[in-house]
């Protein structure tokens, strides 16, 4: 399913700083030994640079350096979803204070949310909604499919929702799904690892974390909201139902920061914002382009993919239209389990994720690739995993003759 399809069907159914670290630290001429490779759907591998912007000695939130270095966080990351003027809001805390973020400011008590369920985290966020007083009603895919436009239409044209969720990964079955007027993007597991476009695509938030394609170490809340929703929130008629996640706080500390003065409401978390910025230039402004990066991405999916249904594995998406870019989902082979795989391929310094929608948890695994692992070839890390996964078949397959 598109992005513009779910676009289209929505319609018809409802009217640059940098700091130089090298006067702090003296980067190693080569890169340190890497025994283990993390192939986990996040927290992924961080570059050399990043590590060493997080340890940025501790400085106060309040300075005009650090003012400058978050000031450009915030631009950077509305460039990054090709927006002109969405509002972002970098706040302490895991990707799911975006699930509070969302329904405490956009949702008042007693109004009505759609959430698009295409596995395990969609239910947390309906579970979210409902706790800040919100009317929830869902729409479930199949395992490994994409909610039917069919199912959207009727939906739309049965009620009237505030908003309509979706996640654009779900790391439960790696699975993409694309609205762009569906107003509010889920997409911890997908921002700079698939294209998202913002303004073109008529998406109202976009939610996500730090520690996934935006290859920085976890703590990061990263939300993005449109003007719209910006508006949407100040005109609201109830209280908002938060104090930290409060846009009412928020807003003025993300306008004076882009305007490279410090202010405060909560401090923030300053070498965590140190290293998103080293980060977000790599992404942004590295010799790979925005467009190559994503290019790269979707190669490199392929390739796992490809290899591992080879020798007998199988995706949990249901069509190569709904798989994600950044991560696989691979169902075991028939007579394998996690015991047979799992610690062949730890054995042999490959760390993945076990499965994680509850349907079909013992069946599956997942494989995180996205960020440097991607990106820079040169670390050898693709080429690790494939060969780890076959070895570690053909051993299991030997262990039981």
Known sequence: MSLSTLRNASIKSSASISYALARIFSYPSTSPARKM??????????????????????MSHMSPDFALVFGDCIRMTRQLLYSKDAQPFLIAGSGTLGWDQVSANLVEP????????????????????????????????????????????SALQAKKYKIVTVTHVDTSTAVLVSPDTLVVVDAVCSVASEEIQMD??????????????????????????????VQVFQNRSTPV???????????????????????????????????FHASL??????????????????????????????????????????????????????????????????????????GLHASIKDKYFRIGHMGASVVDPSRGDVDKLISAVKESLAEAKASKQ
């Not at 938030?205 to 809340?221: E, F, N, R």
């Not at 993300?254 to 410090?262: R, T």
Request: charged share 20%; glycine share 8%; aromatic share 10%.
């Open 110 to 153: 007693g109004e009505n949310a759609l959430v698009l369920h295409s596995g395990y985290f969609a239910d947390s966020f309906a579970d979210c909604l409902q706790t800040y007083g919100a009317n929830v009603d869902q729409i479930k895919a199949e395992i490994g499919g994409a909610v039917k436009v069919a199912d959207i239409e």
């Open 281 to 354: 230039t790599q992404i942004m402004k590295g010799s790979v382009s925005l467009e190559q990066r994503f290019k790269l991405h979707q190669e490199v999916s392929r390739r796992i993919k490809k290899a591992a249904e080879e020798i007998g594995f199988r995706g949990v998406p249901l069509s190569e239209d709904v798989q994600a870019n950044g991560m696989s989902a691979l169902y075991y082979p028939d007579g394998f389990t996690a015991s047979d795989i799992v610690p062949r391929l730890l054995k042999k310094d490959v760390v993945v994720a076990g």
């Open 200 to 229: 073109a695509w008529g998406i109202d938030v976009v939610m996500t974390a730090s520690q996934k394609g935006l290859g920085t170490p976890p703590g990061l809340s990263i939300v993005i909201a449109s003007q719209k929703a």
């Open 241 to 275: 139902t938060t104090y930290y996640g409060s846009w009412k706080k928020w807003l003025p500390i993300m306008k004076a920061y882009e305007n490279n003065s410090a202010a405060y409401f909560a401090t923030p978390p300053v070498n965590l914002i140190y290293a």
């Open 37 to 58: 490779s993390t192939d986990i759907p996040g927290p992924i591998e961080v570059t050399d640079e990043v590590l060493f912007a997080n340890a940025h000695p501790s």
